[in-house]
């Protein structure tokens, strides 16, 4: 089983609509929480940083961390065509720098 | 703007050679790291260095080695390419500890082994 489980997609949404992006993790010394949008041939970038458990919000985007769960999403509200990417999540405990990623979920947002 | 450079997007290289991929960040970050991302696999991490001439082996270290003379620069050897080797390479810098807020990522170098 892996340490991050992440739906890989393809999504496909009407411009618009609320887009709910997952990952579920198994490793409970998991603290630090983040998501990376990577383009089409680009590196990613990141979009979204959290500690710990709660939500975190940057204009259209929302993070949400369920430590008891061990599950965490990423919200885009209004998407746009120009939302269309591939969405990481990745995690590290505290006591290393390496980060552990998710295989990706490919979004599409249509006209 | 902090940046993490690759010095070549696009590669092509013929089985037996050997080549080098060059990464330099300009944001003093101690830690760098390489990785190859192929569909339906994700991110797999190479190896990563937290210092200078430090490294340590990840997930698939084997065919590959990585040299890191100076802090800025961080360079992917492959001893002797392979079409198993044909991937998209993502080098990638961060500070150490508590202020390790994620990656910096370069743009990737798209090797093709043929």
């Known amino acids: 089983q892996k340490e991050v489980e992440q739906d890989p997609g393809p999504l496909s949404v009407p411009e618009g609509a609320i887009v709910s992006l997952n990952c579920t993790y198994s490793n409970s010394a998991f603290q630090y929480f983040m998501w990376y949008r990577q383009y089409s041939r680009k590196g990613p970038e990141l979009l979204m940083y959290t500690y710990s458990s709660g939500n975190k919000e940057d204009g259209r985007f929302t993070a949400q961390v369920d430590k008891s769960s061990k599950y965490i999403s990423l919200f885009i509200r209004d998407s746009q065509p120009s939302d269309s990417a591939t969405y990481l999540c990745?995690?590290?405990?505290?006591?290393?720098?390496?980060?552990?990623f998710g295989t990706g979920t490919r979004l599409q947002v249509f006209p | 703007d902090v940046k993490v450079t690759q010095s070549s997007r696009y590669l092509v290289k013929r089985t037996g050679e050997k080549v080098f991929l060059e990464c330099v960040q300009d944001?003093?970050?101690?830690?760098m790291f390489w990785y190859r991302q192929d569909p339906g696999l994700g991110l797999r991490l190479i190896y990563f260095?937290?210092?200078?001439?430090?490294?340590e082996k990840g997930d698939i270290p084997e065919g590959y080695s990585v040299s890191r003379e100076k802090k800025e620069r961080f360079s992917l050897i492959l001893e002797s390419a392979s079409t198993n080797q044909t991937s998209m390479y993502l080098c990638?810098?961060?500070?150490?500890?508590?202020?390790?807020?994620?990656?910096?990522f370069g743009s990737g170098t798209r090797l093709t082994v043929v």
């Open positions: 990745a995690m590290r405990p505290y006591n290393t720098d390496k980060l552990i």
């Open positions: 990638a810098s961060s500070t150490a500890g508590t202020g390790n807020y994620g990656y910096t």
């Open positions: 944001m003093d970050h101690e830690n």
């Open positions: 260095s937290y210092d200078v001439k430090m490294k």
